[in-house]
Each structure stands twice: as structure tokens, then as C-alpha cells.
């Protein structure tokens, strides 16, 4: 029987889209659906941090010699959205010096390059360290945007003929017998929904061959088709600060435990992380707790926070895979290496494997490694390209920075825009029409805007995550407004309208978490900017206003109470 594609990959995170990009890139006919925007799951929901492998170097060996190969090789393909930041391990008065010892000779064996600092040479690369750090180990630690890389493969996969299906949810596994053949997914019907199925609608979609890289929610899809796979999903919480306190990644000196880094990434730095097992990777309490641990707990290493602004905080769902009789109770214990289940040889049941585990760092190595295995089945023998071809955007990154004053980027809002755009900055800059700048926080123009519509349609999400506009210092305040002006007059009223109040929804959901002091402040500067100069608290345009304003009310009386105990911090 004719199938609609060769390869169907399941997940539009890092590793999904890597996937869809390796194999397309090889030839063969691809589909992925990915049931939000890309990036919706995990990979939209990390600390940016490009691994050294340093935080491995003594746990998990195997994986730290993972992350600094992959290290090198993101620094090359993907340059564009790798920020060469460097990284310290630092160790407190407190802390072991058996620790920093192991911690020093795991680098090494591992082949990543590290180097001690003395307290106060720790001091001169980052000055608002606290001043009783006694020491720190140099790596290549590095930020990486995970949106800008993400989507950076999508569009390189559908350069290549595949074709990229946001907004579309697996609802069942297509199963005859012990041959899986594809999936049913229902097309959202929510505003700005840019797909290829219709909204509201479902659709089956046949393939030679899936692949399930949805990463916490690989047991999910399994279960639909009754395979176990042993995802013990695990929340971090990472919190947003309003401008960067450090420029280089710090981490903590000590053995595992929460709130040991600090991410600077872009014009804010993110603190995190905690690390608690949880039964479903969507629906788990989000504590303000955890905000405040983050906080108090780095404040030791870098002071400074403890006075900053907190923007917004979020959390995320690690895959962790525990293979069937390892037995292991705690999550930090987990090895975070990956796994590739061929449910053929494991479970009798053909047509499709999964990719768990892993991280961030190492998606392209996972992406290679099941692309392989899926050539093989498929009878392919077309090799992997993808560590040596850069990604739309990172294409003769250093030549274009010599030249960069040639086509006019000399100011630091073009700058901004040359250092997301990369090598598709003359394309996009250079535009006989007025580019005034929208996003006044992030430097973001009307030109990167536009350009991100073309892609997203009137997802204003999607053309978030593709600009960072509404990602700083406003959260959207100011520019939300004016980012959806730019859909008119293509889209009608009532779609903008919606496209509107699901951003400006989106944007409040993580700042909840952060009112007191300056940032309740500018809470309520939004507030009176949306409801009151836009009327959107009561809209005569339409029955019911779909932002959450009673939300809000909630929200600000809880960062009343906030503000109260934590003194206005």
C-alpha cells in the first residue's frame, strides 16, 4: 500500500527537528508534527546553556565526552545562535576541595579544556562574584538560543522537501497487527494556527517508518500503541533575571543539587535549576518556592541577584530514561545519555522506534544516530551530512562579520538583528520600506517581524520565538500591540484580535511567578497598557475578552503577599 511519507518523525523539539533535517538532507521523504509551535515541549523550556561537558565530568563520563564533541560542532554549523560565552565551576569556602579536585581530572579525561583560576583572577572574568569564591575551573561552556537553532533545522529540513506540520496533535498510533504505519493527529483550531490540515479537523497520516522523538511524552505515545517506554519525566525551574549579571555561564563546584547555575543568555541571564520527578510531563504544580530558591541560593555565588529584577520564571520537563531493571530511585541519579529503542527487536512490533534520553547539546549525535538506524531499515545508504553543513543562517558566519559594516549594520539595534539573523541579514534587512524597531527591549524591527510572518502566519507565538520580541525586559508590554499591527491588513480584524490576546496570554503566564518590587510594578504598567489604553478588559468587539484578567487580579493580589515577605525585593 502507498504510504503518504517515507518517514514520519513525531516531536518538533531540538532532536525532532534535527532528525526531520538529517534525513531529508539524505533524500528521503519526510513528515514531522509537532502538536504546538516547534520548540513547544522541553527544548523551549532549557536554561540555554551549550554544554562543555564540565557538569558531567564526574558523574556520568560517557556524556561529558558527548557534549564537548557536540560542543565543537554546534560552534560551527549553528553559529549564529552559539554565544562563545565560557564557563566557570566555582567553589565556595564550603564546598569540597576533593570535589574540585575529581571535578578538574574529569575534564581532563574527558578531553575538555580546563584550567584553574585563583578567587580573585575568578573576580577579574566576573566581577560581581561573591568575593569568599576561592576558586574556579575554566571550560567552554557556551549560550545557545534553543528557538533560533530549532527552528533553524526546520526550515533547512523543508528546504530539503520536508514537510513541517505544527499545530498538529497525535491523538492515536496507526497499528495493524505488530506493524505501526502512522498516526491520526487532530489539526488545532485555535487562532493563528498556520498548518497544512485544516483547523479543527483530523487527519491520518501513513508512513514507512515513525520515529517518536517527543522526547518526556515518548511514554505517552507509546502507550497508544501498547509499548512501554520508561520515561521518568523530571520539572526544573528556571527563572529570568532583567539584565545580565554575568557574562560567562556559572556553575556551582559541587556534587548534584538545585540552583548550582547561572545561564547569561542574550540581554537577561537565567538562573536555575531544580530537579523533581513528576508523574505527567504536563500537569505538575509550579511552586513559588522554587522562584525563590533559585534566588536566595545563587545570590551566594553572585550577590548582585539578590537586589536584581525578576522578569518571569518557567518551568520545563527533562526525558530521563531509566532502562528496565537499573532500579534507580533518584532522578539526579539518571544517566543523561541516550537511548534508541527499536520496538521491532525490543517488543515485536515493526515500524517504529523511539529516541529518549539525552540532551540539548547532544541532539544532533542523537539525530545522526536514528537516522542511521532508519536508513538502514529503509534499505538507505546516503551518510550524514549534518556536522559539516552549516544551518540557514550560520553560512560564512566570520566572513560576514568582517564585512558587516558593507550593507549598514552599524547600529546596535542592527547588530541585535545581525547576530539572530546571521548570514540571512542582507536579505532581510535590506528593504527599500521604513524598519522602525518594534520591539524596543530586544532590538527587534518591523523587517525581522515580517520576514517571521511569512514563516508563522498570525502566530505571534511562532514569531516570537523566531525574533525574541516580547521576550525582555516589557514581556510584551509595549510591543505586543505593534507586533500584531504588522498582521494587518492581510488577516482580518478578528484574527489579529485573537492572535493578540493568545500572546499577550502566553507572556503573563510567566510573570505570575515574579511580581514583587520593580517587576510587580511593571506588572501593573502592562495591565493599564492592555486593559485600560486598548480597553481589553471589557471589549465591546466581542462577548468575552480571551485574556485572563481576573487571572491577573489573582496574580496581583498574590504579589502583594509576595512583596510584603520577601521585604520588596
Same mark, same amino acid.
Given at each position: ?71 565543537e560542532v554546534l560552534r560551527e554549523i549553528a553559529g549564529h545562535c552559539v554565544e562563545e560565552t565560557g564557563g566557570l565551576f566555582v567553589q565556595r569556602p564550603e564546598d569540597s576541595d576533593d570535589y574540585f579536585r575529581e571535578k578538574l581530572k574529569g575534564c581532563r ?127 526544573? &525551574? ?24 547561572? &545561564? ?26 522554587? &522562584? ?28 530521563l530514561y531509566e532502562p528496565p531493571g537499573t532500579g534507580t530511585q533518584d532522578p539526579t541519579d539518571i544517566t543523561r545519555d541516550f537511548f534508541l529503542l527499536d520496538h521491532a527487536d525490543r517488543d515485536g512490533v515493526a515500524g517504529m522506534s523511539s529516541i529518549v534520553g539525552g540532551k540539548f547539546t547532544t541532539y544532533r549525535m542523537m539525530a545522526e544516530d536514528i537516522a542511521d538506524h532508519v536508513c538502514e531499515k529503509l ?191
Amino acid at each position: 500500500m502507498a504510504r503518504d511519507t517515507e518517514v514520519l518523525v513525531l516531536g518538533g523539539g531540538s532532536t525532532g527537528c534535527g532528525i526531520a533535517r538529517d534525513l531529508a538532507m539524505r533524500g528521503l521523504e519526510v513528515t514531522l508534527v509537532e502538536r504546538g509551535n516547534l520548540t513547544d515541549g522541553t527544548t523551549g523550556r532549557m536554561h540555554g546553556l551549550l554544554h562543555s561537558g564540565g557538569r558531567y565530568a564526574v558523574s556520568d563520563q560517557a556524556s561529558a565526552t558527548e557534549c564537548i564533541e557536540e560542543n565543537e560542532v554546534l560552534r560551527e554549523i549553528a553559529g549564529h545562535c552559539v554565544e562563545e560565552t565560557g564557563g566557570l565551576f566555582v567553589q565556595r569556602p564550603e564546598d569540597s576541595d576533593d570535589y574540585f579536585r575529581e571535578k578538574l581530572k574529569g575534564c581532563r579525561e574527558c578531553g575538555i579544556p580546563a584550567r584553574v583560576l585563583s578567587g580573585s583572577e575568578a573576580r577579574e572574568v566576573e566581577p560581581y562574584l561573591a568575593d569568599d569564591v576561592k576558586r574556579a575551573i575554566e571550560v567552554p561552556d557556551g549560550a545557545v538560543d534553543p528557538f533560533r537553532l530549532c527552528v533553524a533545522n526546520a526550515i533547512d529540513a523543508e528546504n530539503h522537501g520536508a514537510r513541517i506540520e505544527t499545530h498538529a496533535e497525535v491523538i492515536d498510533l496507526l497499528r495493524d497487527g505488530d506493524d505501526i504505519y502512522g498516526v491520526e493527529v487532530r489539526h488545532d483550531s485555535g487562532p493563528g494556527k498556520r498548518t497544512h490540515g485544516t483547523p479543527g479537523t483530523t487527519e491520518e497520516i501513513t508512513a514507512e517508518y515513525v520515529v517518536n522523538a517527543t522526547g518526556a511524552w515518548a511514554g505517552q505515545i507509546g502507550a497508544m500503541a501498547d509499548l512501554e517506554v520508561e520515561v521518568r519525566p523530571s520539572k526544573g &525551574v528556571m527563572t529570568i533575571m532583567n539584565v545580565r549579571q554575568v557574562d560567562t555561564v556559572i556553575n556551582r563546584c559541587h556534587p548534584k543539587g538545585d540552583a548550582d547555575i547561572i &545561564v547569561p543568555h542574550e540581554t537577561t541571564a537565567i538562573l536555575g535549576t531544580t530537579d523533581e520527578e513528576v508523574a505527567d510531563p504536563d500537569d505538575y504544580p509550579e511552586e513559588q518556592w522554587e &522562584v525563590d530558591q533559585m534566588i536566595d541560593t545563587l545570590s551566594e555565588l553572585v550577590p548582585i541577584l539578590e537586589e536584581a529584577r525578576t522578569i518571569r520564571s518557567f518551568w520545563g520537563v527533562r526525558p530521563l530514561y531509566e532502562p528496565p531493571g537499573t532500579g534507580t530511585q533518584d532522578p539526579t541519579d539518571i544517566t543523561r545519555d541516550f537511548f534508541l529503542l527499536d520496538h521491532a527487536d525490543r517488543d515485536g512490533v515493526a515500524g517504529m522506534s523511539s529516541i529518549v534520553g539525552g540532551k540539548f547539546t547532544t541532539y544532533r549525535m542523537m539525530a545522526e544516530d536514528i537516522a542511521d538506524h532508519v536508513c538502514e531499515k529503509l534499505g538507505v545508504t546516503a551518510t550524514c551530512a549534518t556536522a559539516d553543513e552549516p544551518l540557514p543562517g550560520s553560512e560564512n558566519i566570520a566572513t560576514l562579520e568582517a564585512g558587516m559594516d558593507d550593507f549598514g549594520l552599524r547600529s546596535p539595534v542592527a547588530r541585535r538583528s545581525k547576530q539572530r539573523l546571521g548570514s540571512r541579514a542582507r536579505e532581510v534587512l535590506e528593504t527599500g520600506e521604513p524598519n522602525p524597531v518594534i520591539c524596543q527591549c530586544e532590538g527587534v524591527t518591523r523587517a525581522e517581524i515580517k520576514d517571521a510572518i511569512s514563516q508563522s502566519g498570525t502566530d505571534l507565538n511562532a514569531v516570537r520565538i523566531r525574533t525574541r520580541a516580547s521576550m525582555g525586559n516589557c514581556q510584551g508590554g509595549f510591543c505586543c500591540q505593534p507586533m500584531a499591527n504588522e498582521l494587518h491588513p492581510e488577516y482580518d480584524e478578528e484574527m489579529v484580535r485573537e492572535a493578540l490576546d493568545e500572546l499577550f496570554q502566553e507572556r503573563w503566564k510567566g510573570e505570575r511567578h515574579a511580581l514583587w518590587g520593580e517587576q510587580l510594578s511593571q506588572a501593573m504598567l502592562n495591565y493599564a497598557l492592555h486593559a485600560t489604553t486598548m480597553n481589553r478588559d471589557q471589549d465591546p468587539a466581542s462577548a468575552t475578552s480571551t485574556v485572563d484578567f481576573a487571572a491577573f487580579d489573582d496574580g496581583r493580589a498574590e504579589g502583594d503577599r509576595i512583596d510584603g515577605i520577601r521585604g520588596g525585593r
